[in-house]
């Protein structure tokens, strides 16, 4: 029988993971999305069978309820024969019905979530018969397997000199949460004579930067880290692939949630994991120096040539 996948994601980090996952997975032939309407997603997704649902956000019981009737009229008529999702919410709205339609349903968690499963990862384990993989072997059991990582895709390589620090890429995130820290930090420590690309998301400070933007079109963001001497971003996983696609070994600082900039710290153990590999360098927002900045110019970032298949149980 043809198998149909249904992958299923928030925007955002949840998005960009799922994404660069699928082609290791093995199932990009025959596949339709379903993820909320953002730039981000379009441009992702350009080209893909892709069905919008209501956004829902962190604990956000309206946004998930929403979802699930959309999932239930999604699922409805029987096309799909397996569900494949990395958070957040919309995972448990989706895998409600599909578990109880005998559909197979495959939960990766986020490679943020570094020592144990996260809020939705916890509620979809109690689902019966659903499959549960972790990008990290440290906390893999008999009900959590290991499957690889997002980040084994890629390796950073350090060249003989730095360069001049004319072209900047800062990108806070679109989230609620703001970060004021590091964006007073970046103003002070930036070149003047710099071409600054900012997304700051919510975050507001006393001096903003003048052409500062809340959000910026996910094809105009990669194509400036494409160009950019040096990216600094919050320690997000989707801003992390994002600058990894382009290139990029980013100044990654991660937000702490006794300054109220996120739900928890799990940015803290992202950001660790990342500047172990290599991949990032990570900082504290009241630590980033110029030196950093010069530091970042003379680091590239590439795919690698192969890279092993996603372990997961692949049913046909």
């Avoid at 980040?151 to 900047?168: G, H, I, N």
Wanted: some cysteine.
């Amino acid at each position: 029988m043809s198998v149909t996948t249904l992958l299923v994601a928030s925007t955002g980090g949840h998005l960009a993971e799922l994404h660069d996952l699928v082609p290791r997975l093995g199932v990009q032939d025959d596949c339709v999305w379903v993820t909320f309407d953002s730039p981000q997603s379009r441009s992702l997704l350009d080209g893909a069978e892709v069905i919008h649902v209501p956004p829902a956000t962190s604990r956000d019981l309206v946004g998930a309820v929403r979802d699930l009737v959309a999932a239930r009229r999604v699922l409805r008529g029987g096309r799909f024969s397996r569900v494949v999702s990395t958070g957040a919410s919309v995972a448990a709205s989706f895998f409600l019905p599909a578990v109880r339609s005998g559909v197979a349903c495959h939960y990766i968690e986020s490679a943020t979530r570094t020592t144990g499963p996260s809020l939705t990862g916890r509620m979809v384990a109690r689902m019966p018969g659903t499959g549960l993989y972790t990008q990290y072997p440290s906390w893999a059991d008999g009900r959590w397997r290991y499957g690889g990582s997002i980040f084994d895709a890629y390796v950073a390589r350090e060249s003989a000199a730095s360069r001049q620090v004319s072209r900047v890429v800062v990108t806070l995130g679109t989230q609620k949460y703001g970060f004021p820290r590091l964006l007073e930090r970046l103003t002070r420590i930036i070149p003047a004579s710099a071409e600054v690309l900012w997304q700051v998301g919510s975050t507001r400070i006393p001096r903003m930067p003048a052409d500062a933007r809340p959000q910026v079109p996910f094809a105009e963001m990669q194509q400036a880290m494409r160009e950019a001497d040096v990216v600094v971003t919050h320690a997000g996983v989707g801003s992390a692939l994002t600058a990894l696609r382009a290139g990029q070994r980013a100044i990654y600082v991660p937000r702490r949630r006794r300054h109220g900039e996120h739900v928890d710290d799990h940015q803290v153990e992202m950001a660790r994991e990342l500047d172990r590999r290599g991949l990032v360098l990570a900082r504290e927002a009241d630590q980033v120096s110029e030196a950093d900045l010069l530091l970042a110019t003379r680091w590239t970032v590439s795919a690698r040539k192969e890279v092993e298949p996603f372990r997961w149980t692949n049913p046909t």
